[in-house]
């Protein structure tokens, strides 16, 4: 009934098998992956033909968990999957940004990928497991896939690559001094397609030979593909890419100039008018024949590439004028809004970002629902690209893949200069709002989100900057390396390289490439020139602001104590009644983790104290032979009980209270009445003795030493 054909490795630490055949067999290619007791189910189907009039390729990419991957039930309300979180939605784009430049140059059929994760072990992250059953299952569909590719993770601590590292390794990496580096890679057999990352200041070096790691160690995965499309690959499609090249020729004699003189316009807007101008002109030059031909939009893409690769390549020029490795000119500001924590300005040339940032307690972290379990993040960052900032009307609501994708690669690179927890006991969260944008808007956040954090006060470890890089590679090998790319250089180029990082190393670094002949040798000058003009563009961030700024005065103050474990339900209380009430009486939050770290914030400094106290009085333990003031609570015959460390009541002895002997207690003490005590010690059982008669009630000194008083 089933044809199953299995195929597995010795990866690293695991085993990893691909297997096809038994589940999915309606799909043109089902594999389901398996690394340690991780397992994922990527399934592709493609259109058979292309919607008419179709001008772009409609790859769509779903990478779904499964709670029950786990052993786990969902969160909520709803006991079920809902909308994809942060996590999947990453994923699925990591998947989707190293297999798209792999179809058929002219291949417009509609192609949809899901992953499913089925299993997981909680030790080996489902997403290169992932990257890896999808590429596996392009490859036996029939689709025209230039494939396959591998994927890996690559860790980094004393000085050596990890293959794989485990999850709990990866996570939660700026508590981990040891663990400088989370890289994923992806690539073919004979180039690297994609990188991702979070590091720790990494040289440029270190980054390059993690890469060059990585993809030594995708080859065996490479392999196992192959061998498992040998024996179950469906036939392939029959696909000839289009012939255009009568359509481009005349495409070409009817408006290479316009294009040209439209390209040599700096302004954008000015730009993308004559660019529409050349193209109206070339479309009214044409025959009805050649306006009806559903290559027409790819002809003229193809014009403008030629134009503007051209150009840069044989001159150095860009379209704005610059040379090959000038930054665009920047202003930076900081301190615009008078309401916010922090605020900063940052504009390179025509891309602008308005980044601010909010400093919150311990109630504002994000609680993270995931497979391995539930965690809570102090540092968020938010980024924003409505159409006003590239002059559109179009869709406005809640933020696309692209959004949360350039927002996690701004966090990942602001994070490694963080103060620890315990240093900076506040939730940060960021906003970015792109309010211009020509090229490289990730990267203004990530400069801005520097300014901004340290504008309200964060002790971050260094300034971070970051530059987005672009190449232009010509088919007889000839190469042309950018420095902070625009829009057009990007949208045309062959890659999309952005670095961030600090005076020291790199922090993170993002990289898609469209063409398969990346060297070394290129990744080595890109990288080169790329901390050239990060160190530039730290220069220009120094002149707004150089060191962390005071709080703002609307910022919350935030004291951190550490209680013994063991005390923590005292501080609670029976249903939380002690906490709240600390909270009533101090006016101060109050939030306390499993460890024993109380974070204590408020405007009022006072609030922060009393809060403090009473904390302090429920947990501390009083010392032997040192004097408080308490409060006479209860008399009789045999003395007193007075209440003289937060809830803690002893005894003072009838022959303890002064120096002569006495008819009853309540011949010189009544309740509520205030005293002052030494604590001598604790008899046998426990019990807490005290003394006033050794202490000057006037004064609080102690007049006679503990043997004379017990006497």
């Given amino acids: 009934m089933f044809n199953e054909v299995k195929k597995s490795i010795q990866w690293g630490e695991e085993t990893l098998t691909l297997e096809t055949g038994k589940v999915a067999r309606q799909a043109d290619g089902s594999v389901i992956a398996t690394y340690g007791e991780t397992s994922v189910m990527a399934n592709v189907t493609f259109a058979k033909a292309p919607k008419p009039g179709q001008d772009f390729f409609p790859l769509t990419v779903h990478y779904n968990e499964k709670y029950y991957a786990a052993g786990k039930v969902p969160g909520g309300f709803f006991k079920r999957e809902a909308r994809p979180t942060e996590k999947e939605t990453l994923t699925s784009r990591l998947i989707d940004r190293p297999i798209r430049p792999l179809f058929v140059e002219g291949f417009k059929n509609e192609v949809l990928v899901i992953c499913t994760v089925l299993s997981h072990d909680l030790v080996n992250d489902p997403d290169i497991v992932a ?178 690769r051209g150009d840069v390549v044989k001159t150095g020029k860009r379209i704005d004028g610059r040379a090959l490795d ?63 900032s590239v002059g559109e009307v179009g869709r406005f609501g809640p933020p696309g893949r692209r959004e949360i994708g350039h927002g996690k690669l701004a966090w990942r690179a602001l994070q490694a200069v963080l103060p620890a927890a315990t240093d900076f006991p506040y939730t940060i969260r960021i906003v970015s ?43 007889d090998g000839e190469y042309a390396v950018l420095t902070d790319i625009l829009g057009d250089e990007d949208h045309l180029g062959d890659m999309d390289f952005k670095v961030a990082g600090t005076e020291n190393g790199i922090t993170s670094l993002q990289m898609d490439i469209k063409v398969a002949g990346i060297t070394p040798q290129i990744m080595e000058k890109a990288l080169a020139q790329a901390k050239e003009g990060r160190l530039h563009i730290l220069g220009e961030m120094n002149k707004a602001l150089s060191e962390t700024k005071g709080f703002s005065e609307h910022a919350p103050r935030i004291e951190t104590m550490t209680v013994p474990t063991d005390k ?54 009083p010392e032997e032979g040192k004097v408080y003031t308490g409060t006479v609570v209860k008399i009789v015959d045999f003395g ?6 937060g809830k803690r009541d002893g005894l003072v002895h009838v022959s303890q209270i002064e120096n002569r002997r006495l008819n009853h207690p309540s011949d010189v003490l009544k309740e509520g009445q205030e005293v002052k005590v030494k604590l001598l010690g604790f008899d046998d059982r426990g019990k807490v003795r005290l003394s006033m008669k050794v202490v000057d009630q006037e004064t609080g000194e102690e007049v006679k030493k503990e043997e004379e008083a017990a006497e």
């Fill in 433 to 475: 709002e792109i309010t211009e944008s020509n090229g490289s808007s990730s990267m203004a956040s990530v400069c801005g989100g520097s300014l901004s954090m340290m504008d309200a006060g964060v002790p971050l470890k260094a300034p971070v900057a970051g530059v987005a890089m672009g190449l232009i590679l010509e088919d």
């Fill in 326 to 388: 000038t930054v665009r000119p920047i202003v930076a500001e900081t301190g615009l809004l008078p309401r916010t924590h922090g605020s900063a300005l940052f504009t390179r040339g025509e891309t602008q970002g308005l980044v601010v940032t909010t400093l919150g307690t311990g109630d504002d972290e994000q609680m993270i629902d995931a497979l391995q379990g539930t965690y809570r993040s102090n540092f968020l960052l938010h980024y924003n690209f409505p159409p006003y």
């Fill in 131 to 308: 990257m890896i059953a999808a590429s596996a299952a392009l490859t036996i569909s029939g689709a025209p896939f230039m494939g396959p590719i591998a994927g890996a993770r690559v860790g980094f601590e004393d000085g050596e690559y990890i293959l794989n590292p485990e999850l709990d390794d990866m996570h939660d990496l700026k508590s981990k001094p040891d663990q400088r580096l989370d890289l994923v890679v992806a690539g073919t057999k004979d180039a690297v397609m994609m990188v991702e990352s979070e590091a720790y200041e990494l040289t440029e070096e270190e980054m390059l030979g993690a890469v060059t790691f990585a993809h030594e160690q995708i080859q065996p995965v490479i392999d196992l593909i192959i061998d498992l499309a040998e024996d179950a690959a469906n036939e392939p499609f029959d696909f000839q890419a289009p012939d255009y090249s009568d359509l481009y020729a005349a495409i070409k004699a009817a408006g290479e100039e316009k294009v040209r003189a439209a390209y040599e316009i700096q302004d954008k807007q000015e730009r993308t008018t004559a660019q529409n101008a050349a193209r109206d002109h070339i479309i009214e030059q044409l025959s009805e024949e050649q306006r009806d031909d559903p290559n027409l939009v790819s002809a003229i893409k193809k014009l403008e590439a030629s134009v503007l």
């Fill in 640 to 645: 007193a009980f007075v209440n003289f460390f």
């Fill in 568 to 621: 923590i339900r005292e501080v609670i209380g029976s249903g939380g009644k002690v906490i709240r009430e600390i909270v009533e009486v101090s006016g101060a939050k109050v939030d306390i983790n499993d460890d024993g770290v109380i974070k204590i914030a408020s405007s009022d400094g006072e609030a922060i104290k009393k809060a403090h106290d009473m904390i302090y009085s429920i947990v501390a333990e």
